[in-house]
């Protein structure tokens, strides 16, 4: 089960933000690649859906620390487009 977001002008930082999640219904896992671009780049669609889902894809403890990866655990298939759109809306 997948989900994704692009996201209009954040603070400073990035000018879009794009999000994908990827649930694992094996582990009830829910991953969530998270990219941006900075202000002076252009926003293309379809390059921040491809690194996003990248992202989403597998587990990897760099990209946890760089923040461009969340992941939680013990999500249950019902509740996963809820906390995608929830822990996102956070950001």
Do not use: W
């Amino acid at each position: 089960m997948n989900f994704l977001k692009h996201q209009p002008v954040h603070a400073n930082k990035h000018t879009r933000r794009t999000f994908a999640g990827n649930y694992n219904e094996e582990n009830n896992k829910l991953i969530i690649g998270i990219t941006g671009n900075h202000k002076s780049d252009r926003f293309e669609r379809a390059i921040g859906k491809e690194i996003s889902q990248d992202r989403s894809s597998v587990e990897k403890h760099y990209l946890q620390q760089q923040g461009k990866q969340i992941i939680i655990n013990n999500v249950c298939k019902e509740d996963a487009k809820e906390i995608f759109f929830n822990t996102i809306n956070k950001l």
